[in-house]
């Protein structure tokens, strides 16, 4: 049975990090795109940012652009985004989930398996 479980959330102040992981079990996906999806109170589910199945490629949300970083460990089933500066519209709940096929993405409905989340809170 496929399992994402997603840590390292939290409440920091703003300006402040966080790193998230997420630690898939079940099955490999070194073959496949894995993201971070996050869902604020009210809001859609939105992309985050997303890596390829090598590592190699990368893709950002606007928002989060230069601020954020998604790492891989492929052989630890493993996706992390680390979080710097971070700012009060970067409170939601954050979601990893891995990806139909090795490409980037940012379209939800691509991805298959989903986390449960984490929550992260920035707020002074």
């Known amino acids: 049975q496929v399992q994402l479980v997603e840590s390292g959330g939290g409440l920091v102040q703003p300006g402040g990090s966080l790193r998230l992981s997420c630690v898939a079990s079940?099955?490999?996906?070194?073959?496949?795109?894995m993201a971070w999806f996050r869902q604020a109170p009210g809001k859609e589910r939105e992309f985050v940012s997303v890596?390829?199945?090598?590592?190699?490629?990368?893709s950002y949300a606007d928002s989060v652009k230069g601020r954020f970083t998604i790492s891989r460990d492929s052989a630890k089933n493993t996706v992390f985004l680390q979080m710097n500066n971070l700012k009060p519209e970067d409170t939601a709940r954050y979601y990893c989930?891995?990806?139909?096929?090795?490409?980037?993405?940012?379209?939800?409905?691509?991805?298959?398996?989903w986390g449960q989340g984490t929550q992260v809170t920035v707020s002074s």
């Open positions: 079940g099955r490999s996906f070194s073959s496949r795109a």
């Open positions: 890596i390829n199945w090598s590592g190699g490629i990368t």
């Open positions: 989930a891995v990806r139909r096929t090795a490409e980037v993405g940012s379209y939800d409905g691509d991805y298959k398996y």
